[in-house]
């Protein structure tokens, strides 16, 4: 018999043991999340503290009393909100972090969305319209 779920108060038992890659405790597919049975081990950044290390690695100038478009960049395009086909709806978006070299050649990644019928090379043919 499975272990059961080592969150409080939680007695559910699941048919394959779901271990957390950080603590290594037996969890419920409820709970199996390091955010959702609250790991010990997760790091949590507070939003503030991310800010000012960032603008501490990027020097962070200020022109004419705006932040730089070095700074401004690193916060326009993230996993949260990623660029895409604004005409897919949400339910059908289709996450990616896509890797790509420039004329100099060095690598730059953006966050984009597809359509998640979309096959990879008709992925590959919205990368090269744009």
């Known amino acids: 018999m ?33 955010i959702d049975h609250q790991c010990e081990k997760l790091e949590v950044t507070k939003p503030k503290e991310s800010l000012k290390s960032l603008q501490k690695t990027d020097k962070a ?13 690193k916060f326009s395009n993230n996993s949260l909100s990623p660029i895409g086909d604004e005409s897919i709806q949400i339910e059908d978006r289709y996450p990616l972090c896509v890797f790509y070299s420039d004329a100099e050649s060095e690598i730059h990644s953006k966050f984009m ?9 008709k992925i590959l043919d919205c990368l090269e319209d744009q």
């Not at 969305?113 to 090379?121: A, E, L, N, S």
């Open 2 to 34: 499975n272990k059961k779920c080592s969150y409080i108060n939680c007695q559910k038992r699941e048919i394959v043991e779901l271990h957390c890659k950080s603590c290594s405790n037996v969890f419920c597919l409820q709970h199996r999340l390091e």
């Open 61 to 73: 100038e200020k022109v004419n009393g705006k932040t730089s478009d070095k700074v401004a960049h």
């Open 113 to 121: 969305f597809f359509h998640r019928k979309f096959t990879v090379g």
